[in-house]
């Protein structure tokens, strides 16, 4: 029998990729400030900045876009949205938001506040700014095997559970709430077993505090306790999702992510008042209730996505092919995390730069590097993403990755086979990159915006 796993979908319309060299996306560097976000998409080769919005989406999606009915109320693509949720998230209340973090917003506007305290396996970026904003402390939880990038272990994204009971035992008072990330983006991408959820929620429960799901890559986290957590194997993908929302009393999500949609989110919650509280928020800023921040052609896309993300095929394919990157880039002897992540790959930038200091941000070093060398673009996630505090003091980030995130359903094995050869060769240089420094920053989520300057040395001169 073949054992290739192949793409479970064939190319049914194309976005032609414009080829640049060397030369000049280094001057794209330069005029971008270092700073791969500043880059134009047009001159960026493989894409792999983020696994966000940039999905492909399906002939049916696409249907649904046409179908999207613009009701200010009650549209029937917003049942039909309500009902696609509620299928996998059987929470009583649905408030659909423009993406992710307006959800986040809204729950942490609502719960937290100064003083308060917020654990999390590992929270995002956005969901760490969202947390500050209100004056709280976001604090990350998650498991010590999750910080050790080159260890395997098969749920890296677990959360502490002792660490969680003895911090809600100190300050219970300051802790309206705890937040589990499936799967644990910034740890890597790794995911959070059925048996930590419930044991996570079994501490909240003690302690009455309520539980949420950062759910943002919800299907992939299934998948990966499908295939790794004992008594799983047999199970439909859909029915673990279920479990997983049944240990939590609310969630936030990001349907640009496992969605399979380029925009959209919600949040959702058992709570009536919390509801109402969220609501009335939401009415500000997002929307009138049945469509947040969306269009009701955009709830059309999300309720399709979300019946396609569960498919099976589609999720072995997608967690296999990410794998197949991360073989072949440690098959070329560079350090990246293990096991590989289910939407993204993690080099190790630390290990692969053991040369340049967290302050000078080696993962932004690679990441610039690979860009001037193949034009793949991809995200530091280390101390320029983590490393600045609310305070302004600036402080090594627990990990120096850079990740290779993987759109959905968009880039062949060739693309791929690119990606490895271009990341190798770089690698087989790496004691000849440089560091940089910042030259100017924003107070917060400065990664987005920040402009660099390389440090002098022989590579950048
Ligand atoms: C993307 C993401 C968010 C924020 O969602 P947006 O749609 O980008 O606003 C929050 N948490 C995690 C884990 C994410 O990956």
Redesign the pocket.
Known sequence: MPTTIIEPFRIHSVEPIRMTTAEERRAALVAAGWNLFALRGEDVLIDLLTD?GTGAMSSEQWAGIQRGDESYAGSPSWFRFEAAVRTLFPYRHVIPTH????A?RILLGALAGPGSVVPNNTH?D??RANTEATGAEAVDLVIPEGLEPALDHPFKGDMDVERLDALLTARRPDVPCVIV?VTN?SGGGQPVSLANLREVRAVCDRHGVPLFL?A??FAENAWFIREREPGQQDRDVADIVRDMAACAHGM?M?A??DGLANIG?WLAVDDDELAERCRTQLILTEGFPTYGGLAGRDLDAIAQGLREVVDHDYLRYRVRSTAYVAEGIARAGVPVLKPAGGHAVYLDARALLPHVPPLEYPGQALATALYEAGGIRSCEIGTVMFGRRPDGSEHPAPLELVRLAIPRRTYTQSHMDYVVEVVAEVAADAERLRGLRITSEPPALRHFTARFEPLGGPARD
């Open positions: 966000s993406q992710g973090r307006a986040e995002f956005t969901t990330t983006n950062d943002c890559r936030t990001s640009k992510k989110g």
